[in-house]
C-alpha cells in the first residue's frame, strides 16, 4: 500500500492526443504517437499524463461527444494500442489519467438512438431529459435555458411518425444530448465504464463537467437564462451544482478505493469544477468525495499581486481546510496560451507574456498541492490567432459565427523539429497536413530547439520540476506570506525556501549572498523587468 499519496503534489501533463504526435501519416495525433513521446515526457519530470478523450465519436466535440464510452476511435488506434500506452507508462514511472465524459454523451450513442426510436414516456427517453414543448403545439421549448456554445438548449425531435414530438436538453451542442442522472440505469452504465477502464490499468480519471449531471427536477424558467452562453461558464443554477452531485463521487470514489485496496495503487478522481467560490470548490474534495478538483480562479486572475494572493489565500483556505490539496492549472485545451493570455494579442504573443508565462509557471511549482500543464506551455508556445475561418472547427463558432473565446488556437499540433510544418508531427510524413495548419512561426518553438538551447521554456519547467521533486519543501504543505513593497508577491515554503515574483516595476528580487538559483543572476534569462520570478535557498 502506497504511504505516500503520490496525487496529493503530482504535476499531471495534459495530453491532447490529436495534437500532439501522429504516428501514421493522417494529420492527427493518437496513441502510438503518445507512447512515442512518452520518453520526451519523462525527461520533462511530469508525474502522470491525462489524455483528452479517444474515444469513437464524430468529433462535432473533438471528443467529448461520446458514441462509446469503452473502446477507441480507430482513427487514435485501438484498445492493443492503449494498453501498450498504459505498459509504457508505467516502466517511465509515469501514471495515465483519462478524460471521462458523464454529463452528456454523443447523438449517437447507442442509448440515445433508441430513445429517438422510442415512444414518449419509455425507459429508452428516461435516461436522458426528454419533455414536452410550451406554447400552441408545443411549439416552444420546455424551458429558457441556452446552451454554453449558443443558442437554445432544446432541439425539437421529429418522431418516428414524423410529426413534431418531445425536446431534448443539451447543454453544449444538439449532437451532445445531456445524461439524466435521476435514473438509475445512468449511474449503473458509468459504474461498468469506470471498472472497464480501472481493469485496464488506469490510475484515474479526469472528470469532465464535474459540477453538471443533476439538473432542477422541475426544470425551471433560468431568471438569467443566457448567462451560461454569456459567461461560457456553469453558472446558470438550475442546471449545475446540484447537490445530489456529490453522491455520485462518493460513490465513484468508494470504486477508486476498492481497487486500490485490492493492489495498493491510489487511483485518482479529478474534477473540472465550475462553481463560484473557493468555498463551493472545496465541497467537491472532502475526504470521501473527489481526490482533486482544478481551481480555475489562479488561471483567470488578471495579472497582479493583489489578485494572486487573494485567490491564493482563499485556496489555501477553504480547499487545503477539507484535507485535499490544491489543484493548480494556468492552462488547458479550452483556454487562451498563457504567453499570449499575459501578453498582447499579436499571432506571435509579446515579449512580455513570455516574461508573464514564465513567471507564473515558477510561481504556480513553487504553491502547495497538485499541479496540471497543458501540452506546449512549456515550450511558451503562443495563442494562434489567426487561423482563417474556414479550418475552424471549434461547435462554438460554428453555432454563433463568433471568433471569440473560440478554442482551435490552443489546439494546433506541436512543434517537434524541422523549420516548415508539419514540424515533426507526424514522422516519416513530412507531406502530410496536420488537422489545424501549424503557423511559420512554430519553428522558433520547436522541441527540438527548446531540449538545446538552456534558456528556453522547456528548461525553466524542467529545471522547476527537478527542484520541486527534489526539495522537501515543495509540493504538499503550506505557505507563508512575506511583506514585500507593491507589485511583489513573495512567500516562504518550509524552511526557508522563498518564491518572489515581480508583476509590477520593481527592481528584481535580490538573491540571498551565496546560494543556488533556479537560474543564475538575479533576473533569470529571457525574462524582463517587471516580471521577474525568483527561487531562492535561504543558507543564512
Not at 462535432?60 to 476511435?73: L, N, R
Not at 522541441?447 to 509540493?475: E, I
Amino acid at each position: 500500500m502506497d504511504t505516500h499519496h503520490w496525487w496529493r503534489d503530482a504535476v499531471i501533463y495534459q495530453v491532447y492526443v490529436r495534437s500532439f504526435l501522429d504516428s501514421t501519416g493522417d494529420g492527427i495525433g493518437d496513441l502510438a504517437g503518445v507512447r512515442a513521446g512518452l520518453p520526451y515526457l519523462r525527461k520533462l519530470g511530469v508525474d502522470g499524463i491525462w489524455l483528452s478523450p479517444f474515444y469513437p465519436s464524430p468529433q462535432h466535440d473533438h471528443g467529448y461527444d461520446v458514441a462509446d464510452y469503452t473502446d477507441v476511435d480507430p482513427v487514435f488506434g485501438d484498445l492493443a494500442e492503449f494498453d501498450l500506452l498504459v505498459d509504457a507508462a508505467r516502466r517511465l514511472g509515469i501514471k495515465v489519467l483519462l478524460d471521462i465524459v458523464p454529463n452528456h454523451c454523443s447523438s449517437e450513442h447507442p442509448w440515445f438512438r433508441a430513445a429517438l426510436a422510442a415512444a414518449p414516456g419509455s425507459p429508452e427517453r428516461a435516461r436522458f431529459h426528454f419533455a414536452d414543448g410550451r406554447g400552441p403545439g408545443g411549439a416552444e421549448p420546455p424551458n429558457n435555458w441556452h446552451a454554453m456554445f449558443g443558442g437554445p438548449a432544446w432541439t425539437r425531435l421529429t418522431e418516428p411518425d414524423g410529426r413534431p414530438g418531445q425536446w431534448y436538453l443539451h447543454m453544449f451542442t444538439p449532437e451532445q444530448p445531456d445524461w439524466n442522472w435521476r435514473n438509475p440505469e445512468v449511474a449503473a452504465e458509468f459504474d461498468r465504464i469506470l471498472r472497464f477502464w480501472l481493469d485496464r490499468g488506469v490510475d484515474g480519471f479526469r472528470i469532465d463537467v464535474a459540477a453538471g449531471l443533476f439538473k432542477h427536477p422541475e426544470l425551471p424558467d433560468s431568471p438569467d437564462p443566457e448567462a451560461d452562453a454569456r459567461t461560457r461558464d456553469s453558472v446558470n443554477p438550475l442546471a449545475w451544482n446540484q447537490p445530489e452531485v456529490h453522491e455520485v463521487w462518493r460513490h465513484w470514489r468508494a470504486v477508486c478505493e476498492e481497487y486500490t485496496a485490492r493492489d495498493g495503487r491510489e487511483r485518482l478522481l479529478v474534477g473540472e469544477v465550475s462553481v463560484p467560490t473557493a468555498r463551493e470548490h472545496a465541497q467537491y474534495v472532502r475526504p470521501d468525495e473527489l481526490h482533486q478538483a482544478f481551481f480555475f480562479d489562479l488561471l483567470s486572475a488578471p495579472w497582479d499581486a493583489d489578485a494572486f494572493r487573494k485567490v491564493i489565500s482563499e485556496a489555501m483556505e477553504d480547499i487545503a481546510g477539507t484535507g485535499s490539496t490544491v489543484t493548480w492549472v494556468l492552462n488547458n485545451h479550452d483556454q487562451v496560451r498563457t504567453v499570449t493570455r499575459y501578453g498582447e494579442p499579436t499571432p506571435q504573443g509579446s515579449g512580455l507574456g513570455a516574461a508573464r508565462a514564465r513567471a507564473a509557471a515558477l510561481l504556480m511549482l513553487a504553491l502547495p498541492g497538485a499541479a496540471y500543464i497543458y501540452q506546449g506551455e512549456e515550450l511558451g508556445l503562443p495563442e494562434v490567432v489567426d487561423l482563417p475561418d474556414d479550418v475552424l472547427t471549434d461547435p462554438i463558432f460554428r453555432r454563433t459565427g463568433s471568433r471569440a473565446r473560440i478554442r482551435d488556437g490552443c489546439r494546433v499540433p506541436l512543434p517537434w523539429s524541422g523549420q516548415a510544418s508539419p514540424f515533426g508531427f507526424t514522422p516519416g510524413a513530412e507531406s502530410a497536413e496536420p488537422w489545424l495548419p501549424q503557423p511559420e512561426y512554430f519553428a522558433e518553438y520547436a522541441t527540438d530547439r527548446a531540449l538545446a538551447d538552456t534558456r528556453s521554456f522547456w528548461h525553466l519547467y524542467r529545471d522547476g520540476l527537478q527542484l520541486r521533486s527534489a526539495l522537501p519543501q515543495l509540493g504538499e504543505g503550506t505557505l507563508r506570506w512575506l511583506d514585500t513593497e507593491p507589485g511583489v508577491l513573495a512567500f516562504v515554503r518550509g524552511d526557508g525556501l522563498v518564491c518572489a515574483v515581480n508583476f509590477g516595476t520593481a527592481p528584481a528580487p535580490a538573491p540571498v549572498p551565496g546560494t543556488p538559483l533556479l537560474a543564475s543572476g538575479p533576473c533569470p534569462p529571457g525574462m524582463l523587468p517587471g516580471s521577474t520570478a525568483a527561487w531562492w535557498i535561504d543558507g543564512s
